[in-house]
Nanobody
């Protein structure tokens, strides 16, 4: 059974940084892309970033380009989301999820397993 567990969320001041981790089990990152999504209260879930399995191809939402970086450590079965220059509008529950194949995509319909989420709050 595939499992994904997020960690690293918390309260941070505007302009600060956080690194989220997505620890996976029950499958190998060598064969699946991973994505990060977020959902703020009263808003729809949105794709944040995604990374493919083999060539490391990445994609970012326009709202986080230049501030967030996704990376993958296959040996540790972990995907990271480094978030810098955080803004109050980045406040949300952040989820990682597994793509149904090797590709990188932010289409949520192409994801089959999701983590429980980790809260990120950006506030002074």
């Amino acid at each position: 059974q595939a499992q994904l567990v997020e960690s690293g969320g918390g309260l941070v001041q505007p302009g600060g940084s956080l690194r989220l981790s997505c620890a996976v089990s029950g499958f190998s990152l060598n064969y699946y892309g991973i994505g990060w999504f977020r959902q703020a209260p009263g808003k729809e879930r949105e794709g944040v970033s995604t990374i493919g399995s083999s060539n490391g191809w990445t994609s970012y939402a326009d709202s986080v380009k230049g501030r967030f970086t996704i990376s993958r450590d296959n040996a540790k079965n972990t995907v990271y989301l480094q978030m810098n220059s955080l803004k109050p509008e980045d406040t949300a529950v952040y989820y990682c999820a597994r793509v149904i194949g090797r590709i990188a995509t932010m289409n949520p319909a192409l994801y089959d397993y999701w983590g429980q989420g980790t809260q990120v709050t950006v506030s002074s």
